[in-house]
């Protein structure tokens, strides 16, 4: 009622001529008013964003190339819908690289408008020799167009800590560990002399991995060399360091400073998730009979076979009964001979390094199913692969490199405690 008043006041005055004044705030009457009121709809933000000179919002998302995508399916991952930018993509020199053929895998970082305009993509992948990698960027001008460019980096590495406990098998516990597949087999080669990751590892068997990590803008495109690891089997602890003496050829060291390289490796197959699946079986000797001279390793048809010791092809054909066999003849006259081979790899007097491939499992020969049979003879005799496998070289690292050994392993010591403390708190 009192700004009524007020009103007519205001009108009675403009009568006598004179300009009106502005009533005054604090006279007013003071209403409180509760009210609900409707949330903003989608489409009151747009035209709020389209009025307003605010800086637009650009949205961030990842995603990893498959091995079908084309430039339509890998940007609506990436929440752009933009026929400009599946054109370029598809049709851009440089752009369409990312989906070359065979490029499954690669994470690429998208920003877009919040219309789901592509404003900018990253993609790193590696360099074809691994040691460096490519960049590449997309990027929208302030014309609108878009814009491509390829640029070069080189790789920084890391070290990366693990841990894990072996409940079914070593993959399952490195998959639950996050540990990269290179990193598990890297592992099983490792410790393969005292441990047969096949047939040994026992439930609340543990380890821990400090490993190389080699990344391009802070993103792992590749894992490098395990740089030291521990491994309780059984309860027995075992420990490796690597160790490269300046100029020389690098290996694992035990924490003491004794080489753990072997003359011999322990499996003429490299540990994976194919082989590991396979257990080794020792062949019936049958009595009365000539014995089974080997061990054999059940494996498919195309495994790659390598050599356990360094030496020189002795014979690389076809042999009654062993079908395509290899013999390497090593240091104080042993050989070791691989039987029933799909593929050779090497021919006779070929000089061969440890762990070199030099053929492929097969079923040739007197064979029921694809195995590699492995037979060792020391001076003509017949000896068990296994046991032979287990005679190390120790050799310890030279006085003049002891100190930096020193510091290598006391670095590593520390990382692999660090690791273990990590599983010990998330197991709690
Ligand atoms: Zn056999």
């Known amino acids: 009622m009192g700004g009524v008043g007020v009103l007519l006041l205001g009108t009675g005055v403009t009568a006598f001529g004179i300009a009106p004044l502005a009533p005054d705030a604090a006279d007013l009457p003071v209403r409180q008013v509760v009210e609900a009121l409707a949330a903003p709809t989608q489409q009151d933000i747009h035209s709020l964003l389209a009025t307003q000179p605010i800086s637009p919002m650009v949205l961030f998302r990842s995603d990893t190339t498959r091995r079908d995508d084309t430039a339509q399916s890998l940007l609506q991952r990436l929440g752009v819908s933009d026929t400009q930018a599946q054109a370029f993509l598809r049709n851009d020199p440089v752009a369409r690289q990312l989906l070359a053929a065979g490029r499954a895998g690669r994470t690429v970082h998208a920003e877009a408008s919040d219309q789901q305009e592509l404003l900018r993509l990253t993609a790193r992948w590696l360099s ?47 998959d639950a560990a996050g540990i990269p597949d290179p990193v598990a087999i890297q592992l099983a080669e490792m410790f393969s002399s005292d441990i047969d990751f096949r047939r040994d590892l026992r439930q609340g068997d543990r380890f821990s991995v400090v490993y190389e990590s080699l990344e391009a803008d802070g993103e792992s495109l590749r894992t490098g060399r395990v740089l030291s690891a521990e491994f309780a089997n059984d309860g027995r602890e075992r420990e490796a360091v690597w160790f490269e003496e300046p100029g020389h ?81 090593h240091r104080n006259n042993q050989t070791t001979v691989y039987a029933h081979l799909s593929r050779i790899g090497v021919t006779k007097g070929q000089r061969v390094g440890q762990g070199d491939f030099i053929g492929a499992v097969g079923t040739t020969g007197a064979s029921t199913g694809p195995h590699l049979h492995l037979e060792f003879r020391d001076n003509g005799v017949h000896v068990d692969p296994l046991a032979i496998a287990r005679q190390s070289e120790s050799v310890p690292v030279a006085p003049a490199f002891r100190a930096r050994f020193d510091a290598v392993a006391k670095l590593q010591r520390m990382q692999l405690d660090a690791a273990a403390s990590i599983q010990q708190a998330s197991a709690e």
Do not use: W
Request: charged share 20%; proline share 3%; aromatic share 10%.
């Open 128 to 174: 074809s020799d691994e040691r460096g990698f490519t960049r590449l960027v997309v990027e929208k001008s302030e014309q609108g167009e878009l814009t491509s460019r390829l640029e070069q980096g080189t790789l920084t590495a890391t070290s990366r800590l693990a841990s894990g406990v072996i409940r079914s098998s070593l993959f399952a516990a490195t």
């Open 249 to 329: 050829k690098g290996g694992y060291y035990g924490f003491d400073g004794q080489s753990s390289r072997r003359y011999y490796l322990a499996s003429p197959l490299e540990f994976s998730r194919v082989s590991s699946g396979y257990g080794m079986r020792f062949h019936p000797i049958t009595g009365g009979r000539k014995a089974h001279m080997g061990v054999d390793y059940a494996a498919p048809t195309g495994t790659p076979v390598r050599t356990i010791g360094d030496g020189v092809v002795e014979f690389a054909g076809v042999q009654r009964g062993y079908g395509n066999v290899i013999y390497i003849r």
